[in-house]
């Protein structure tokens, strides 16, 4: 169930403590991707294994802006500090915890959201009267002989396969030709750069057009099944020692 979707009384007749709250990223994503890219997917994610999940799951509304400072250069990229996202995370976990939805999965779908969520997700899980985990789309598959990048070639396969209409085609093979080949600048393995301008200065890492809408099919299978198991696994674990 949505609950952007449903009426109160819809939510007051859900019969479950399982909920999912997908949060992703306003950022750039090149010159061929939309901002919401890691939004977009991470909802797509949750919707596919929700979908997939043989019992009941209340859907929270995403959130969209994530710990993306690192995107600052770039026009449309939104930001907010790690402090801000752990506590908007926490609070929303608290509002789902005080309707009965106390255990919560955060499907994550931008990278500098990952240590932030590892760290709320722990406090809740110890403080409040809530469980949560957090789960990264992107960490949950294995694809061969491709890497993840940024606007990549996984990105712009999910893309592909979810929200085809929302890839700029003509930026494409712009967005190849000026893409970066890893992420940082890197010496004695320490990464010298802060912003993603710095390395990358059309915004991509790796080469999208290595990706393919089959390749986002399969990609958003591997992720709904992962999440599928971490759902089982959350809705069944004993809760009465936390």
Known sequence: MHLTESTWPDADAVETDLAVLPVGSTEQHGPH?????DA???EAVADAAVASFPGEVVVAPPLTVGVSEEHRAFPGSLWVSEDTFRATVRETVDSLAHHG???VVIVNGHGGNVGPLEEVC????RHDDAYSV???WFDAVDPDDVSMGHAGPLETSVLEHVALDLIDENGIEAAREGAAR???EWTSGVNLAYDVEEFA???VVGDPTAGSADLGEELLGSARDALVSLLEAVAERDLSGD
Request: charged letters at 10%; aromatic letters at 12%.
């Open 101 to 103: 939805w106390n255990r």
């Open 134 to 136: 957090p789960f990264t």
């Open 122 to 125: 722990a406090r809740i899980s």
């Open 33 to 37: 991707a939309p901002l919401g890219t």
């Open 40 to 42: 977009i997917i991470a």
């Open 201 to 203: 200065p059309n915004g």
């Open 182 to 184: 890893r992420w940082g």
